[in-house]
């Protein structure tokens, strides 16, 4: 798989309470929950910092995972997260839109 | 012909003043009675309302009688539409217009919404809850249709002062949540008192074989309480606003689950 970007969508609101990221669609009220991992991931996503970097400094490094599974996991959550609209996700740097 | 004179009347729920202005004295006599104890001719209003009384048929709406309410924001106005009634407001201008026919339902809903737009930039909420004050500190039980909001609203002792039995009105203020009382009734059919008092703990209502209360998670308390409030604008702005409402609130008031059965010893739980 080639390079992959992710970046938090705008339209949300995110929250971390009672130790659970709680995320909220803005567009439609849908609610999410994260779990560690998963909350991992989405606050390392910043638009410019590779997927698999993500993952080697945030996952893999704080938790005792294989990274070829750790990366598979991970891209398979972030395009759940792009269905649902709360993640971009993209083969090019994902610029800042003010 | 004759020409009718403009009328009006301030109707305070949740210390927000919102003037209605009708040219029909029949309508302006529902208002006054069906908001008795809600009127406050002194208050500096922050909306106003013109209502226009049209025939039921003739309501400027493309909504069908058995379509749900739909609210959007159009061209910096809120468009509020259902079967009964159509509504723009302009919250610039905090004025806003309704064609309705002469009956109290269709500005109810008009408050509901407009309260819950205004609330939602100042981290309040409405809430599908009861709210009584025992002690004069407050407790809400939150609830959906048919979880016992009426029920322990009607077995409430005579030392508590109903607030509602079906929407509770919060406001975040210097130094915690309040609730208010409303005119909005449920089954109870009895507006509630219009007083405020501190909010002292927010119950999930629960009916069971026993009454106890438990402990809520954090993050099951801002889902279940999340489901509550009543809040009609899909704008993601306001959808934030709420979001972070609920979740400011649950961090700040005791949120617990109330199991109950219908019978008044619950009480001797809530002091």
Not at chain 2, 96 to 105: D, E, L, V
Not at chain 2, 162 to 183: Q, V
């Amino acid at each position: 798989m080639s390079t992959v970007y992710i970046a938090r969508v705008k339209e949300v609101a995110a929250r971390s309470i009672g130790g659970e990221m709680m995320i909220m669609s803005a567009r439609d009220s849908t609610l999410f929950s994260l779990n560690e991992t998963a909350t991992a991931i989405w606050q390392a996503a910043d638009g410019v910092t590779p997927l698999a970097e993500i993952v080697q400094r945030s996952l893999c490094a704080q938790f005792e995972v294989d990274p070829a599974a750790a990366l598979r996991d991970a891209e398979e959550l972030v395009e759940g997260l792009a269905k649902h609209g709360i993640l971009k996700v993209s083969d090019l740097p994902i610029e800042e839109t003010p | 012909m004759g020409c009718a004179i403009a009328q009006d009347v301030v109707i305070e729920i949740g210390a927000m003043p919102v003037l209605v202005r009708t040219s029909s004295p029949e309508f302006l006599h529902i208002l006054r009675e069906r908001y008795s104890g809600f009127v406050n001719s002194a208050a500096q209003p922050v909306f106003e309302f013109e209502v226009e009384i049209v025939a039921p048929g003739r309501i400027p709406t493309a909504i069908g009688d058995d379509q749900d309410l739909s609210v959007r924001f159009d061209a910096g106005r809120w468009v509020l539409e259902r079967g009964d009634f159509r509504a723009e407001l302009d919250p610039a201008l905090r004025h806003g217009r309704i064609w309705q026919s002469a009956t109290p339902y269709a500005i109810d809903a008009a408050f509901r919404i407009v309260h819950s737009l205004l609330l939602a930039r100042q981290g309040g909420l409405l809430v599908h809850a009861a709210s009584v004050v025992r002690n004069g500190r407050a407790f809400l039980f939150a609830g959906v249709s048919g979880a016992g909001k009426t029920t322990i609203s009607r077995l409430a002792p005579p030392d508590a002062t109903l607030l509602t039995d079906e929407i509770s009105y919060l406001r975040r203020e210097a130094d915690g949540y309040f609730a208010y009382g409303t005119p909005f009734a449920g089954e109870l059919a009895q507006p509630g008192e219009n007083v405020r008092a501190p909010l002292a703990a927010l119950y999930l209502l629960a009916q069971g074989t026993e009454n106890r209360i438990d402990p809520v998670a954090e993050a099951d308390a801002l889902r279940e309480v999340l489901r509550c409030v009543l809040f009609f604008a899909h704008d993601s702005e306001l959808v934030g606003h709420v979001f972070d409402s609920v979740c400011h609130l649950v961090q700040r008031v005791p949120v617990r689950r109330l199991t109950f059965v219908p019978d008044f010893r619950v009480w001797e739980l809530i002091v």
